[in-house]
């Protein structure tokens, strides 16, 4: 049992971070809000609080690994809590470096709480070669960029498993590339997978307001994150036992292949956040990575600047996962049939732009835009409209096609059973470790959309799945090797990896037999 001494009184609790003895008020807070808010502790990171699920909050309890969020303080009143920047400075080093040479961490958002659990994994004794292990602990989180294999490869650096990192490379152009694959400013650093990329509420003030929505179209303010929900009265969302939808029927046709999409989540970890001082600019909520498009229309930063000039003070607006889930925008779903020529009809859910994307890929495809009551969407994410064409064509074909992007890069793939390939010309490489890194990411987004991911929606439009582990995405233990070859050039460097995520999409509903409906393996997501 605890010290209740040392535990602190019955208003306040006590307990140890990261070697130092601190005392905070037992007012309700979660583990995790006291570390961020109130101690400084910016290294974990909050990607779906109360959820429990994204692992983005990884600390160790007296050496255990916990999730903060769901951690009431006084639960470790007497304990050890060991975030990341509370391990050995050797180790945390090692790791960061391993990450950064294998390409395992891009925004640098979740990689805290997974290196934070592989120490603990390693500490336990785990043996170095029991890769199996490893996919179960990453289990307990959720990354979106990287398609987990390089990470399993930054355990075989740190271990010894692996040989170390080949030579020395060049960070600003490797810099330059991840801006290119995420379509926003990217930094490639070591410390950027101990989550020092500059996440916008990493960044906010001590003591500034907090805003969070209310429910009703406004604001509600406090002067912590657990007033302002209190007084947006949150629920924490759920998911339903309810398959995914497909809004959209297929129009009538003498079809060779056709082919039906559900509302897809984005699922970027950093949950839209901003804050400003008054008369100030408020912080970007794409600080570090660009969200493959979900945050372009992000209401946080105008409502941080709008709500700080209001009351006087420095304002932080974070929204929770299930607010980027009901308000975010989605993947536009398709109903569609192709003849072996390429024509054919696709019917898509109305869409600004989404028509002219789908006729640049294939001119064949006539476009009906049909309005139906669901969550916004926008052909700003990933190959919205194209990719679905692009696969539409290889249906047609009965194989694999190139692909070539509105970019111009060209991607092929071949997808059999657990085996992915992937050959991309893409102009200058600029860093081959970005570009691998990158390609087996969209590959895991691709095989992931294909086979797994979709959400439930009403007869309203209301979005019913609103934890993480409602979306469906691709486990660890779930992700194949992807063998990526990338062709040398030295034209212009331009995206490659969303025509990866297309031409995998497209490779994986191949090898299935062209499925009518995806995702194709529901059970995969329940």
């Given at each position: 049992?605890?010290?209740?001494?040392?535990?602190?009184?019955?208003?306040?609790?006590?307990?140890?971070?990261?070697?130092?003895?601190?005392?905070?008020?037992?007012?309700?807070?979660?583990?995790?809000?006291?570390?961020?808010?109130?101690?400084?502790?910016?290294?974990?990171?909050?990607?779906?609080?109360?959820?429990?699920?994204?692992?983005?909050?990884?600390?160790?309890?007296?050496?255990?690994?916990?999730?903060?969020?769901?951690?009431?303080?006084?639960?470790?009143?007497?304990?050890?809590?060991?975030?990341?920047?509370?391990?050995?400075?050797?180790?945390?080093?090692?790791?960061?470096?391993?990450?950064?040479?294998?390409?395992?961490?891009?925004?640098?958002?979740?990689?805290?709480?997974?290196?934070?659990?592989?120490?603990?994994?390693?500490?336990?004794?785990?043996?170095?070669?029991?890769?199996?292990?490893?996919?179960?602990?990453?289990?307990?989180?959720?990354?979106?960029?990287?398609?987990?294999?390089?990470?399993?490869?930054?355990?075989?650096?740190?271990?010894?498993?692996?040989?170390?990192?080949?030579?020395?490379?060049?960070?600003?152009?490797?810099?330059?590339?991840?801006?290119?694959?995420?379509?926003?400013?990217?930094?490639?650093?070591?410390?950027?997978?101990?989550?020092?990329?500059?996440?916008?509420?990493?960044?906010?003030?001590?003591?500034?307001?907090?805003?969070?929505?209310?429910?009703?179209?406004?604001?509600?303010?406090?002067?912590?994150?657990?007033?302002?929900?209190?007084?947006?009265?949150?629920?924490?969302?759920?998911?339903?036992?309810?398959?995914?939808?497909?809004p959209l029927e297929v129009p009538p046709g003498d079809w060779h292949v056709t082919l039906r999409t559900a509302w897809v989540e984005p699922a970027y970890l950093e949950t839209d956040a901003s804050w400003c001082a008054p008369g100030g600019e408020p912080a970007s909520p794409l600080a570090n990575g660009g969200a493959f498009g979900g945050k372009l229309a992000s209401v946080a930063a105008g409502a941080a600047r709008e709500l700080a000039d209001r009351h006087g003070r420095p304002v932080r607006v974070l929204l929770s996962r299930e607010d980027t889930v009901r308000s975010g925008p989605k993947r536009p779903p398709v109903a569609a049939g192709v003849r072996a020529d390429g024509t054919g009809t696709m019917r898509v859910v109305r869409t600004p732009g989404v028509a002219a994307a789908i006729a640049a890929a294939a001119p064949g495809l006539r476009v009906e835009e049909v309005a139906?009551?669901?969550?916004?969407?926008?052909?700003?994410?990933?190959?919205?409209?194209?990719?679905?064409?692009?696969?539409?064509?290889?249906?047609?074909?009965?194989?694999?096609?190139?692909?070539?992007?509105?970019?111009?890069?060209?991607?092929?793939?071949?997808?059999?059973?657990?085996?992915?390939?992937?050959?991309?010309?893409?102009?200058?490489?600029?860093?081959?470790?970005?570009?691998?890194?990158?390609?087996?990411?969209?590959?895991?987004?691709?095989?992931?959309?294909?086979?797994?991911?979709?959400?439930?929606?009403?007869?309203?439009?209301?979005?019913?799945?609103?934890?993480?582990?409602?979306?469906?995405?691709?486990?660890?233990?779930?992700?194949?090797?992807?063998?990526?070859?990338?062709?040398?050039?030295?034209?212009?460097?331009?995206?490659?990896?969303?025509?990866?995520?297309?031409?995998?999409?497209?490779?994986?509903?191949?090898?299935?037999?062209?499925?009518?409906?995806?995702?194709?393996?529901?059970?995969?997501?329940?």
């Open positions: 049992m605890p010290d209740q001494r040392r535990a602190g009184s019955s208003d306040t609790v006590q307990f140890e971070v990261d070697g130092r003895q601190v005392e905070v008020p037992a007012d309700g807070a979660s583990l995790l809000e006291v570390l961020r808010d109130r101690l400084g502790q910016r290294s974990p990171k909050d990607g779906c609080s109360p959820q429990g699920q994204c692992g983005c909050c990884t600390v160790l309890v007296d050496g255990a690994p916990r999730v903060a969020c769901v951690t009431p303080v006084r639960r470790v009143a007497g304990r050890r809590v060991t975030t990341l920047d509370g391990l050995d400075d050797v180790e945390r080093s090692t790791w960061a470096e391993a990450f950064c040479a294998t390409g395992a961490s891009q925004c640098g958002f979740c990689t805290p709480g997974i290196i934070v659990r592989l120490s603990g994994l390693r500490q336990k004794g785990t043996p170095v070669d029991d890769h199996a292990a490893v996919e179960r602990a990453l289990g307990a989180h959720l990354c979106r960029c990287t398609g987990w294999r390089t990470i399993v490869e930054a355990w075989d650096v740190v271990t010894g498993e692996a040989g170390p990192p080949a030579a020395q490379r060049d960070l600003q152009a490797a810099t330059r590339r991840a801006g290119i694959e995420g379509h926003a400013a990217q930094r490639v650093g070591a410390d950027v997978a101990l989550g020092r990329g500059g996440f916008a509420d990493d960044t906010a003030p001590a003591g500034a307001l907090v805003a969070v929505p209310d429910g009703a179209g406004g604001w509600a303010v406090g002067e912590t994150l657990t007033e302002a929900r209190a007084r947006a009265g949150k629920v924490q969302g759920r998911r339903t036992t309810a398959a995914p939808t497909h139906v009551p669901g969550p916004p969407t926008s052909v700003a994410l990933r190959a919205a409209g194209w990719a679905e064409a692009s696969v539409l064509l290889a249906g047609a074909a009965g194989r694999p096609l190139p692909v070539r992007s509105p970019a111009g890069a060209v991607a092929e793939a071949e997808v059999s059973g657990d085996q992915v390939r992937v050959r991309v010309a893409c102009g200058e490489p600029l860093d081959h470790v970005v570009l691998r890194s990158y390609f087996i990411g969209a590959a895991h987004m691709a095989l992931s959309w294909v086979r797994s991911e979709g959400l439930a929606v009403d007869a309203e439009g209301t979005v019913e799945d609103l934890t993480v582990r409602s979306f469906g995405i691709l486990r660890a233990a779930d992700m194949p090797k992807v063998d990526v070859e990338v062709d040398a050039a030295t034209g212009p460097p331009v995206n490659g990896s969303d025509a990866v995520f297309a031409a995998v999409a497209a490779a994986a509903w191949i090898d299935q037999g062209c499925p009518q409906d995806w995702p194709t393996s529901r059970g995969a997501r329940r």
